[in-house]
């Protein structure tokens, strides 16, 4: 992959100073910035919509049509999310995931990111049946 093709196609979902998250079309690539290497790359349906990087780079996660967790050099999925809209970090290893908020099976989860355990919080109809919008208060 070439650095000056990558510039001007790509969209970075997250970066430190030593790790950079992007994304060129439905392709997710985890480079060491020190030498531009690739350290994990997958497929998405649809382009990502959102990622992280943790701030001591020990792990990155990118959600869209489903949720990637990469670590110690291994990428795993967590079974049962898809349709990710959004997510955020609440503690130093706990994800909050929205699931599509027009979606009627739109919900609030939990996910561990060192266990990949997961638990619903709530549902979240806020959103059902208005029209769409950039900006989503969840």
């Known amino acids: 992959m070439e ?3 990558m510039d001007k196609i790509s969209f970075i979902l997250d970066e430190t100073d030593q790790l950079l998250l992007l994304h060129e079309w439905e392709t997710v690539f985890l480079l060491e910035k020190r030498d531009n290497s690739v350290l994990w790359k997958e ?3 649809g382009d990502p919509t959102c990622g ?3 701030k001591d780079n020990k792990w990155a996660v990118v959600a869209g049509d ?7 050099g291994k990428a795993l999925n967590v079974a049962g999310l898809a349709d990710i809209h959004s997510i955020r970090l609440e503690k130093a290893d706990t994800l909050k995931v929205l699931i599509d908020p027009w979606s009627t099976r739109s919900a609030v989860w939990k ?4 266990t990949l355990e997961k638990s619903k919080i709530r549902d979240f109809s806020e959103y059902r049946d208005k029209p769409y919008t950039e900006e989503v208060k969840w």
């Open 3 to 5: 650095k000056n093709r």
């Open 43 to 45: 497929k998405y349906v």
């Open 52 to 54: 992280l990087i943790d």
């Open 66 to 72: 489903h949720l990637t967790i990469w670590s110690q």
């Open 111 to 114: 996910v561990n990111v060192k």
